[in-house]
């Protein structure tokens, strides 16, 4: 059975791994732990959840509180991994029904998330759960 829990310091491993084989983001262990002890103090602005089975790690969630000037506030997703052994049950639609509860309870006015162009089978599950999108744009980005 899958539990849904708050994400801890002690997940590092299991979330590196996630990011690696799930999202593609390959990036060390050292970098992970250190971003997690950064993030996970603040729960006000950053929301975790991970999915577990029987005290593996099979997903997790990572939101942000989203504020502009042009908008109301709502969470943002910025990242939403489930292991390929584990998805299409369920376990994806969980999680973010955890981020969509925690933006309720803080009286946020919704979500949104980005999804890259060529992950159409994500944007497929973000549509069969409720979600539409509403706009095309590029990401631009200077490493200094």
Request: charged residues 25%; aromatic residues 8%.
């Amino acid at each position: 059975m899958i539990r849904v829990r708050d994400m801890q310091l002690i997940d590092a491993e299991a979330i590196n791994l996630l990011n690696t084989e799930s999202l593609g983001y390959d990036i060390s262990i050292e970098i992970t732990k250190k971003q997690m002890e950064k993030l996970l103090i603040n729960p006000n602005h950053h929301i975790f959840y991970i999915a577990e089975e029987e005290e593996l790690v099979v997903g997790y969630v990572h939101a942000e509180l989203y504020e502009t000037l042009y908008s109301e506030p709502m969470l943002n997703v910025l990242a939403l991994a489930v292991n390929q052994t584990y998805q299409k049950k369920g376990i994806g639609k969980q999680l973010m029904q955890k981020i969509e509860q925690a933006a309720s309870e803080r009286d946020l006015v919704g979500v949104r998330l980005n999804s890259g162009e060529t992950r159409t089978g994500a944007h497929k599950f973000y549509e069969s759960i409720g979600y539409s999108s509403d706009k095309n744009q590029k990401r631009f980005l200077k490493i200094i």
